[in-house]
């Protein structure tokens, strides 16, 4: 999870780049935060730029006084209405300085009110905004600027105007008025910076202040493990320092999990650079320290705990077993289902996105019968609770990850909206693929045992029928044998009965004719 302002004391590694973020959002209207997927732009704006830019004196600070430094705004929601986000993230900004808080918001910015503090808007995440609200692609320089003149003349919004250009328009306002007191800060992923052209076309020197951020080096990223623990113990003084095995130190950095793979261009070069995927190392820290720390009650993080756990596979790998079975107390009958979607979801060598109503449509269209339970039919899929499913794995453990919302612009700005709006999904991580695949086997093993396990039953069962139904057979045979013997006994008994009496009567008749 990206590093907040709380954890600005363990946040190590980026002391460059938060120099150089602070120095150029401080004065500059724009800046362009931009680098790879998951290379830690997120932390350096919550752990790196709102600390130092807050960090200034107080001492004009009281109840309903102004602040005596800028105060950044952190928005990163463009799910819905992201003039509302925004709207919102000041809000909960100026709470502590309530006459601040209680200004018209976009309007004291331009009216330039005496008591609007200095602002820096951190949008984080922007490219989500504009896959989120494709509409906002399509819209002329001309819209933007009549949008733009609109809020900082006060007037009426131009038509057609939807909450994706009222917010582009409203970004440009601030960048082409820097008396109006606001610095803005939008950050994305370096493969989306195509996206702000629409705005660039309004504003040609949006660019003109860009910062790259990249994934750490091997000495930065020795710091991010080392550095922590060193504050940790100056800060909370413990009875005893935490400490790290050097071995470990050493392991982690050599893991070919945790490392980067170079752009293809780079791979013959001599001077590549190594760089690490700094999401799964702070995963197999946290681990190590849940282990060796809170339930060893020890001092060390320790390589033998990293060996056994498989190093940093194996951790990453029981995160998402861990975070997929607390998923299913929930939602047991989910087991099955999100079995059957990661079929579609991923490849072997790939992660596929998918909107989560057609993704609901095929798997209901495949339904068949339960494999370990012949009678019943697998779960029908509802593509809400498809996606409520599929959201509930993106926050806080992100083995999902949402795209967008199609019609977003359209749906109300409440939480019942969002949990039951449709969105497009994917595996939050190519390094999480091998992962679900492994789920995935081991899912239809135990589906295979539950169906061996029926089959055996029912075979069992049924031997048990067949049995039962010789021995009433064998047992209907003896019964037939013993009535139809009796009868024939009887009748035999009688036979003889008859003869004896014929016999005697006609020696009777014999003995009267002789003695006659």
Not at 155 to 167: D, F, I, Q, V, Y
Not at 306 to 315: L, M, Q
Not at 411 to 427: C, H, M, N, V, W
Request: aromatic letters at 6%; proline letters at 7%; hydrophobic letters at 40%.
């Amino acid at each position: 999870a990206p590093f907040r302002p709380e954890h600005a004391p363990y946040f190590c590694g980026r002391e460059t780049e938060t120099e150089v973020l602070v120095a150029n959002a401080s004065v500059s209207s724009v800046t362009i935060l931009y680098g790879p997927s998951g290379c830690g732009k997120s932390s350096l704006l919550g752990a790196g730029l709102i600390p130092r830019i807050h960090a200034a004196p107080l001492d004009a600070e009281s109840s309903g006084a102004l602040p005596a430094h800028p105060v950044v705004v952190m928005a990163r929601d463009w799910s819905n209405d992201p003039l509302k986000s925004l709207e919102r993230a000041v809000k909960r900004a100026l709470k502590p300085w309530p006459e601040c808080e209680r200004l018209g918001w976009p309007q004291a910015r331009f009216a330039r009110h005496p008591s609007a503090p200095q602002l820096i808007l951190a949008m984080d995440q922007v490219e989500e905004l504009f896959v989120q609200h494709p509409e906002l692609a399509e819209a002329s320089a001309a819209q933007i600027i009549r949008t733009a003149d609109a809020y900082a003349k006060g007037t009426a919004m131009p038509e057609p105007s939807s909450a994706a250009l009222r917010w582009a328009g409203l970004i440009t306002a601030f960048i082409r008025d820097p008396r109006c007191g606001v610095n803005t800060v939008l950050s994305l992923r370096e493969d989306c910076l195509a996206d702000l052209d629409v705005i660039k076309a309004a504003l040609p020197r949006l660019f003109d202040t860009m910062i790259r951020v990249d994934s750490l080096d091997e000495a930065a990223t020795e710091r991010a493990i080392r550095e922590p623990l060193l504050r940790f113990n100056q800060l909370m003084r413990p009875p005893q320092p935490v400490k790290i095995h050097d071995e470990l130190v050493n392991a982690l950095l050599a893991d070919a999990d945790l490392r980067l793979d170079p752009p293809s261009a780079q791979r013959s070069s001599a001077s590549t650079v190594t760089r690490y995927a700094t999401p799964f190392l702070q995963l197999s820290l946290e681990r190590l320290w849940k282990d060796d720390i809170d339930t060893a009650k020890g001092t060390v993080l320790t390589f033998g705990t990293f060996k056994d756990h498989g190093f940093a596979a194996g951790i990453r790998r029981q995160h998402v077993n861990g975070a997929l079975e607390a998923a299913f107390k929930d939602r047991p009958d989910y087991r099955q289902v999100f079995a059957r979607a990661s079929t579609e979801l991923v490849t072997r060598t790939q992660k596929i996105s998918w909107l989560a109503s057609e993704l609901a449509d095929k798997l209901n269209k495949a339904r068949g019968p339960d494999p370990a339970n012949p009678e019943v039919q697998q779960v029908k899929v509802e593509p809400a609770e498809l996606a409520a499913f599929f959201r509930s794995l993106e926050q806080p453990t992100r083995i999902m990850r949402e795209m967008f919302y199609p019609d977003a612009q359209l749906l109300p700005d409440t939480e019942s909206a969002k949990e039951t709006r449709d969105g497009l999904f994917q595996i939050a991580h190519d390094r999480l693929i091998a992962d679900i695949l492994a789920w995935r086997e081991t899912y239809d093993k135990e589906e295979a045992a539950k169906a061996a396990a029926v089959k055996a039953r029912l075979d069992a069962q049924q031997d048990w029928v067949d049995e039962q139904t010789k021995l009433s057979n064998d047992r209907e045979t003896a019964r037939r044998r013993l009535k139809y013997g009796g009868i024939g006994a009887a009748l035999a008994l009688l036979l003889v009965g008859i003869l004896a009496v014929v016999f005697y009567n006609s020696n009777v008749a014999f003995q009267i004719q002789t003695t006659a």
